[in-house]
């Protein structure tokens, strides 16, 4: 049952691929507490079918869009404005993905065309994004724009591989951009720094289910899940949160300020 923290409020989801991504369930939470919403990913994306349903469902106009394409973004801030009837209140980039990952090359051996795309899809789409809209004043005063990182951009974790530095920049952007867009639109730009979560982009992290549940274990309240992390998007994006911007949020059970639980030390004990 919803808060209705959302009434009225308008909002653009980008990066719901299937049931399990983060974005889908942001996209559910956010019409249960209210709001209208239009959804954006990629033509491929699209192709794998599976946003039909949710968008039949929640009622919400998909508007196809490569995000690294700036004509694509300003496309989707236009027809969403017209479909929903206004600006936006509310938008989150939940987009991700390293070629160099998916090939499996190593961090030391990197083709850097893949790091190029690494960084253009992961990070400096939501400069994009948010340039896009800026020009063309898309979103309202007070509005709250979120994009999804992983600690992995502050501490090194093996595996994530030029994915680290993809978020790096996307949480430096978040603070550049969010600078500027409080000071002239008084529009708040913040991360959320997500537990592991096991959805088609975390599946491709190298050792994935190790690191899960090394973070369940070392985080006092466990990992975080997806739609738990909805419920803290909704929150972000609500009058709550007024005066919150040029944050990097961890929403974690605790994780990135433990050092070492009990759980662990039981662990290793019992594996030596
Ligand atoms: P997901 O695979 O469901 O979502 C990734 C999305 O990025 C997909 O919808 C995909 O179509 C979209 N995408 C890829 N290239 C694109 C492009 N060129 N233009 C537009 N969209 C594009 O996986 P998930 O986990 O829901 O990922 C969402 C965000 O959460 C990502 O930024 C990811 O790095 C972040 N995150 C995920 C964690 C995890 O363990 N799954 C942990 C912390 C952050």
């Given at each position: 049952?919803?808060?209705?923290?959302?009434?009225?409020?308008?909002?653009?989801?980008?990066?719901?691929?299937?049931?399990?991504?983060?974005?889908?369930?942001?996209?559910?939470?956010?019409?249960?507490?209210?709001?209208?919403?239009t959804?954006s990913?990629?033509?491929?994306?699209?192709?794998?079918?599976?946003?039909?349903?949710?968008?039949?469902?929640?009622?919400?106009?998909i508007i196809?869009?490569?995000?690294?394409?700036?004509?694509?973004?300003?496309?989707v801030?236009?027809q969403?404005?017209?479909?929903?009837?206004?600006?936006?209140?509310?938008?989150?980039?939940?987009?991700?993905?390293?070629?160099?990952?998916?090939?499996?090359?190593?961090?030391?051996?990197?083709?850097?065309?893949?790091?190029?795309?690494?960084?253009?899809?992961?990070?400096?789409?939501?400069?994009?994004?948010?340039?896009?809209?800026?020009?063309?004043?898309?979103?309202?005063?007070?509005?709250?724009?979120?994009?999804?990182?992983?600690?992995?951009?502050?501490?090194?974790?093996?595996?994530?591989?030029?994915?680290?530095?993809?978020?790096?920049?996307?949480?430096?952007?978040?603070?550049?951009?969010?600078?500027?867009?409080?000071?002239?639109?008084?529009?708040?730009?913040?991360?959320?720094?997500?537990?592991?979560?096991?959805?088609?982009?975390?599946?491709?992290?190298?050792?994935?289910?190790?690191?899960?549940?090394?973070?369940?274990?070392?985080?006092?309240?466990?990992?975080?899940?997806?739609?738990?992390?909805?419920?803290?998007?909704?929150?972000?994006?609500?009058?709550?949160?007024?005066?919150?911007?040029?944050?990097?949020?961890?929403?974690?059970?605790?994780?990135?300020?433990?050092?070492?639980?009990?759980?662990?030390?039981?662990?290793?004990?019992?594996?030596?």
């Amino acid at each position: 049952m919803g808060h209705n923290l959302l009434k009225g409020k308008r909002g653009i989801i980008f990066g719901a691929l299937n049931e399990k991504s983060i974005a889908w369930k942001v996209a559910e939470k956010a019409v249960e507490e209210g709001a209208t919403i239009t959804l954006s990913n990629t033509a491929m994306a699209l192709r794998m079918g599976e946003l039909n349903g949710l968008s039949e469902k929640l009622n919400a106009k998909i508007i196809p869009a490569d995000a690294t394409n700036v004509e694509e973004l300003e496309e989707v801030f236009k027809q969403s404005m017209e479909v929903l009837g206004g600006k936006i209140d509310f938008v989150l980039h939940s987009i991700g993905m390293s070629p160099n990952v998916r090939k499996g090359r190593a961090y030391d051996d990197l083709d850097y065309r893949n790091l190029d795309k690494t960084l253009d899809i992961s990070a400096l789409s939501f400069h994009k994004m948010m340039q896009a809209a800026k020009k063309l004043d898309a979103v309202a005063e007070g509005g709250s724009i979120l994009a999804l990182t992983h600690i992995a951009a502050q501490r090194t974790f093996t595996g994530y591989n030029d994915m680290a530095d993809a978020k790096a920049l996307l949480e430096s952007i978040a603070r550049s951009f969010g600078y500027v867009y409080g000071r002239d639109k008084k529009v708040r730009v913040n991360t959320i720094s997500q537990s592991p979560t096991l959805t088609t982009a975390g599946q491709g992290i190298g050792g994935m289910n190790a690191f899960f549940d090394f973070a369940e274990k070392m985080s006092p309240l466990g990992n975080a899940n997806a739609e738990e992390c909805a419920e803290y998007c909704v929150v972000m994006f609500s009058d709550l949160t007024r005066m919150v911007t040029m944050q990097n949020l961890f929403h974690d059970g605790g994780f990135s300020n433990m050092g070492l639980t009990q759980a662990i030390v039981e662990d290793y004990i019992e594996k030596k």
